[in-house]
């Protein structure tokens, strides 16, 4: 006799919490910490965060972890403050310093070099990072240590200016960056250039993809939204040192981005009722309308301005590749 699937465990609430994670957090903590207080069935994340980095952890809840490669994707930005003077082995201020110097660079030499750091760029990924290296963590190695070698790589800095500068030892910059950038790799390289060596002190992700800093949420506020939603215990519960459990998830809930906001550089399919339930089967929709393209290698289909697919258009129909059948 065939054995039946078990029932996942948890809640089928699909969209995004924009966490604003806070320094010493290390960012599996943060997608447990939310998994749990949404109750969700599943959830993952969009780019890793260093624990000693604040700032934007955009995590996804349920059918949403289907569009985490289309925000990881994404442009980012970071805001981060270098001093100068010393090189760390970590390129920031967890790891002993290797090199030292008395020089401080005058602002008009930092912006004499900042050309050199945009555009496409290559860069050497710091040793103490979660590159992968025949299988091993690159900060595994380095802290079991091993020497770490990591090839040079290209990325892509479409933005770095020097945006405070209160003293010599310190400057603070934002960068907007592709995908796998390091701004650490850039603090390091700046300070070699300079001849004067620096590392990051603070660092804070303010964007990620389509998400800005207006959608970010502190763990304070889910609290508070959290606590809203908890029972009311009875006197002998309490009394006995039982702790409420969140039954009323609204609060929460409002926090919550609807999966398609991940999307936003997408083309959108909007569906009738009848058109989406045929996606949501796997099926083709013609697409009807003057503006509706012919081709489009990729776009998403929504019905009532909720996600329903994710798919590509072809000869005018729209065809499903991943589908979402939970909330969003």
Partial sequence: MARRGKKPKGRPISGWVIFDKPKGMGSTEAVSKIKWLYFAQKAGHAGTLDPLASGMLPIALGDATKTVPFVMDGQKTYRFTVSWGAETTTDDTEGP??????????????????????????????????????????????????????????????????????????????????????????????????????????????????????????????MDAAEEGLEELTPE??????????????????????????????????????????????????LRGRDAPAFCDEAYATGHGRLVAIGSIDQGSFHPKRVFGGRG
């Fill in 97 to 222: 310093v290797t090199n030292a110097s008395d020089r401080r660079p005058a602002r008009a030499d930092i912006e004499a070099l900042l050309p050199n750091y945009t555009g496409e760029i290559s860069q050497v990924p710091p040793a103490f990072s979660a590159i992968k290296i025949e299988g091993e963590r690159a900060y595994d190695l380095a802290r079991a240590g091993e020497t770490v070698e990591i090839a040079a790589r290209t990325v892509t800095v479409h933005r770095l200016a020097i945006v405070d500068m209160p003293d010599a030892s310190t400057t603070t910059f934002e960068a907007e960056c592709g995908k796998g950038t390091y701004v650490r790799a850039i603090a390091r390289d700046l300070g070699r250039d300079l001849g004067c060596f620096g590392h990051i002190t603070e660092l804070r992700r303010v964007r990620v993809g389509s998400f800005d800093e207006d959608d970010m949420v502190t763990l304070d506020e889910l």
């Fill in 237 to 286: 519960a309490a009394e006995s040192g039982a702790r409420p459990r969140i039954t009323d998830f609204t609060a929460l809930d409002e926090i919550v981005l609807d999966a398609a906001t991940a999307l936003s550089d997408l083309y959108e399919v909007a569906l009738t009722d009848d058109q989406a339930g045929r996606v949501l089967s796997g099926n083709p929709v013609l």
